[in-house]
């Protein structure tokens, strides 16, 4: 069974910057999109960025447009999200997802789940 692990979150102050990184086990990784969700409390799970099986194609909600970066090495099993600018409202735990599809879209078809890595951005 595939698993993701993330790693890189941590409490960083509003402008600063972190990266995120999931590692995938498995044979499969390179076929199928990821993406990077998050989750703060009380809000339900939204999804931040994705990206494509080839890393060609790539989405991200409005709200972080511009300030973060989602990539993918597909030798290493990896898949990354880099994070600047970050705003008091990008604290959520965030979480790496497997699509069931090499490509982003249906953005909803997400259905492997890491455990999260929580980020805290303080004011």
């Known amino acids: 069974q595939e698993l993701l692990v993330e790693s890189g979150g941590g409490l960083v102050q509003a402008g600063g910057s972190l990266s995120l990184s999931c590692a995938a086990s498995g044979r499969t990784f390179s076929s199928y999109a990821m993406g990077w969700f998050r989750q703060a409390p009380g809000k339900e799970r939204e999804l931040v960025a994705a990206?494509?099986?080839?890393?060609?194609?790539?989405y991200y909600t409005d709200s972080v447009k511009g300030r973060f970066t989602i990539s993918r090495d597909n030798a290493k099993n990896t898949v990354s999200l880099e994070m600047n600018s970050l705003k008091p409202e990008d604290t959520a735990v965030y979480y790496c997802?497997?699509?069931?599809?090499?490509?982003?879209?249906?953005?909803?078809?997400?259905?492997?789940w890491g455990q999260g890595t929580q980020v805290t951005v303080s004011s």
């Open positions: 990206i494509s099986w080839s890393g060609i194609d790539t």
């Open positions: 997802a497997r699509h069931l599809l090499g490509a982003i879209y249906p953005l909803d078809d997400f259905y492997i």
